[in-house]
Each structure stands twice: as structure tokens, then as C-alpha cells.
């Protein structure tokens, strides 16, 4: 296996948070909740992947990826404030290699798209 091929032709931000959701119940008011930020990993290696996001110097797992599937992962509200520069770091379980890719701007309701090849 070639050292994951520089781990991917990866990340595209595709359409995020145009809109909002209201959740509120007949008594109370209506309150806005924050758009869901994923992370859509198509895994094209046979190994399976944990998944972590790396923003400053954090490394917050965010799952594992199956072998040969796609996996969708949510990334925590916490770590996005407006446009936050974050990294995808690759940990695969029976390997030895770790790439990460590089930094990458992520706003609420964005769906960032990893290929691992």
C-alpha cells in the first residue's frame, strides 16, 4: 500500500447552513437550533479508519470509518465559531501511517467531504 497516497483528493465543502431549523412547543417560543456539521469520509482502502478532527493543537476523535464504505460523521458545535480552520487526521486500525490534510476553512452546516484513497 502506498502510504495512503497522500491521503486524498479531499476535502470539498459543499452546501452548508442556508437554513435553520426551529424547534418550540405550544407553550414556549420558538428557538433556533444550529445547522448539523458533517464529515462524509469515503474510505476507499480495505483498512478500516478512526476518524479525528485536529483544530489547534486538540485532536478530537470523531469516529471510525469502515473499510471500502462511506461514513458520515458529525463534527462537534463546539469547535465552530463563524469560519474555523480545522484538520483531518487518518488512524488506521492494523497500520502504521497517519496522515492528516491540510487546514481547511469550516462553517456551521457545512458537509466536508474526505476521500481516503
Do not use: H, W
Amino acid at each position: 500500500m502506498k502510504r495512503f497516497a497522500c491521503i486524498a483528493a479531499l476535502l470539498l465543502v459543499t452546501l452548508g447552513g442556508c437554513s435553520r431549523a426551529a424547534n418550540g412547543t405550544q407553550d414556549g417560543p420558538l428557538r433556533s437550533t444550529p445547522p448539523r456539521t458533517n464529515l462524509r469520509v469515503e474510505n476507499r482502502n480495505f483498512l478500516d479508519m478512526t476518524i479525528f478532527v485536529l483544530e489547534g493543537s486538540r485532536r478530537i476523535r470523531l469516529g471510525t470509518a469502515t473499510g471500502v464504505s462511506t461514513t458520515v460523521l458529525r463534527i462537534p458545535d463546539n469547535l465552530l465559531f463563524g469560519i474555523t480552520a480545522l484538520r483531518f487526521q487518518t488512524d488506521p486500525i492494523g497500520g502504521n501511517a497517519t496522515p492528516a490534510t491540510y487546514e481547511i476553512g469550516v462553517r456551521q452546516g457545512d458537509e466536508v467531504i474526505l476521500i481516503i484513497p
